[in-house]
């Protein structure tokens, strides 16, 4: 069974930065895409930001600029550095990960990390 830990959320200021990680265990098949999504109070779930291939990085419009994910492939982690924070970007953040297999796809979720920027 998969598992996700995640860490480094809290509450900052605006204009202030944190970083989120997230280290997955116990997968037998390759882990395909790590990323980050967020929840907001009333609102859906939403993708941050993603690295579905070594070579391409997804990110949300309203985070553009400002945060950056990275991943390390041997120690199966996904990071995001969040900077210029703004009250906007309150939500539980999530890591998650996606996994292929002859049988299908499935998506692995971590327990949430709340991050509070306060203006």
């Known amino acids: 069974q998969v598992q996700l830990v995640e860490s480094g959320g809290g509450l900052v200021q605006a204009g202030g930065s944190l970083r989120l990680s997230c280290a997955a265990s116990?997968?037998?098949?390759?882990?395909?895409?790590m990323g980050w999504y967020r929840q907001a109070p009333g609102k859906q779930r939403e993708l941050v930001a993603a690295?579905?291939?070594?070579?391409?990085?997804n990110y949300s419009d309203s985070v553009k600029g400002r945060f950056t994910i990275s991943r390390d492939y041997a120690k199966n982690t996904v990071d995001l550095q969040m900077n210029s924070l703004k009250p906007e970007d309150t939500a539980v953040y999530y890591c998650?990960?996606?996994?292929?297999?002859?049988?299908?796809?499935?998506?692995?979720w971590g327990q949430g990390t709340q991050v509070t920027v306060s203006s």
């Open positions: 998650n990960v996606r996994i292929a297999t002859i049988w299908g796809v499935s998506d692995y």
């Open positions: 116990g997968s037998r098949a390759l882990i395909n895409a």
């Open positions: 690295i579905p291939t070594r070579s391409m990085t």
